[in-house]
């Protein structure tokens, strides 16, 4: 009998050029879904409701702290994107949304306390959907890199 050699000779150069081009957009690709995302967010944090005036309240509300909320990018490097929403609303020189609806650990003043929503509570409820579509943008990108 006869002896033979079998083998596979494989390329991976294709495959490679599909991974660095996926490698070089995908960053980018993370900071559009982040940027469409925290759009998102802060509109919805202007559109949420301000609780009922307590009896016999005086203060008039001028709506600034819901028209205030912002997205923006905080910083965006190399390796990482940061985005988030902000409320600069300030009366008299003071910023208060923090008071209001709570600081980045969720304190709020005795006074909003269980009247108003919690912004921290709010914006972690996006997390899943921002991961959703980080996901979906990064597939969209994986695809794109695909057919160059």
Do not use: C
Request: glycine residues 8%; charged residues 30%; without cysteine.
């Amino acid at each position: 009998m006869a002896k033979g050699t079998f083998h596979i000779k494989l390329d991976v150069s294709a495959l490679q050029k599909h991974i660095a081009n996926y490698k070089a957009r995908a960053l980018d690709a993370v900071d559009d879904a982040m940027r469409e995302d925290h759009i998102q967010v802060a509109k919805e944090f202007r559109a949420t409701p301000y609780p009922p005036e307590r009896p016999g309240q005086q203060y008039v509300r001028t709506g600034r702290l819901g028209r205030s909320w912002k997205h923006k990018r905080y910083r965006k490097t190399k390796s990482r994107v940061e985005w988030g929403v902000e409320n600069k609303a300030a009366q008299r020189g003071r910023v208060y949304p923090s008071y209001v609806v709570g600081d980045e650990q969720g304190r709020q003043a005795w006074m909003h306390k269980g009247r108003w929503w919690v912004a921290l509570a709010k914006y972690t409820e996006t997390v899943g959907r921002r991961k959703q579509m980080i996901h979906r943008a990064l597939n969209r990108l994986w695809k794109q890199t695909g057919s160059s």
